[in-house]
């Protein structure tokens, strides 16, 4: 007979879209509440007291006051960026060259991606991260390398290798052909192993021959079933170039769109400064964009009208772009998230902020049916917060009269120290040990 594990505490419960109606109608949090676990997946959700007598043997562990929610989802990041996050005082272009390109030279080397790929996924756990869909480089080793430290460590995760043929520096540079046939290789070794999943990667228009943005889209359509990530209208001076190396587009979306790569499973970065005719054809087609708020300040890019564009209906996840964002963790995230909507004049719920690094970058990512949602059949990924994980929280939580009060301290105050405990697979993760570095 398997083991059940029953978690006690207050339950963050999604069951609709908080942007495309009422938040009040599309979550919900039981302060009563209590996930059952049984077999790596949850097989129930609901009230503490019923539970309780429903699975008398199942094994107790009582979260208190603590939030249960499912394990945050990073629907955009760099890996190979760990090393260089927080690197000072440039904008897209430059900070490319100057940080970027550098530190993702160092990748055909497979002991540097090993390690730079454990040393992330550890600091995503540390964070409550459960599930990234990141960027490699162009090295297929460092897509071998992700792909085996979230396997050890049974993490669901996409990623894919960087394909760039042109605008980059020797060294960092593949081909249409190579790029297809690596990227297909790959496709093969790893999609549907385990909980992998593959991404075919342009990095952005720039860096791509219009001959390579049409192997990828090929490749593509005899994978349908991957993911496609790129960037898209992230900055001013990067889609004047864009209209420069591609004067026959319509706008910047239409140099992946000549090429087959728009669809539902695309997942666009940024998308700060869009056109009319891109906001439609993103809406029409299905495909999702990744919102990176730390990054799009950090790196001076500008501020995306996340309201309006969930509201749309185009599926929106949430993302730290590591190491173009300033931060690894989710909390700070949804409150640059916050603070960006604010400026453009919308008050973002913490109901819709949470729903967005949850079950909102799952369905970015299509993996709505997998993991995001605290309900029956999902994958038991799980991230416990500390609603009082540091004095300057808990004499605010103290105030809060309402439990959406009590919570959003800690989405705009809180980082890793809120993170009580994450479960991977119906596992609890061992804590991290405390650093004296
Ligand atoms: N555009 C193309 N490559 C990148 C990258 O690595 N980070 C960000 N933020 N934007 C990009
Ligand atoms: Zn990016």
Known sequence: MSTQTLLLGQTFEATGNPFTGPWEEAVRVNSTGAVLLENGLIEALGDAALLR???PDAKVIDYGRHLICPGFIDAHVHYPQTAIIASWGKQLIDWLNTYTFPEEMRFGDPDHAARTAATYLDLALDNGTTTVCSYATIHPGSVDAFFEAALARKLRVV????????????????TARSAYEDSKALIERWHGQARLGYAITPRFSPTSTPEQLAALGALWSEYPDCLMQTHLSEQLPEIDWVRGLFPQARDYLDTYEAHGLIGPRAVFGHA??????????????????AHCPTSNSFIGSGLMDLAGLAARGIPLGLATDTGGGSSFSMLRTMAAAYEIAQLRGTALHPSQLLWLATAGSARSLHLQDRIGRLAPGMEADLTILDLASTAAIAQRRARAETIWEAVFPTIMMGDDRAIADVWIAGSKRPRPAVSSA
């Open 272 to 289: 700060i400064h869009l056109e009319p005719r891109e906001i439609d054809r993103l809406r029409d087609t299905g495909a999702a964009l």
């Open 159 to 174: 990623a894919g290798k960087t394909c760039m043929d042109r605008n980059a520096p020797e060294g960092l540079r593949d």
């Open 53 to 55: 007598k429903a699975h």
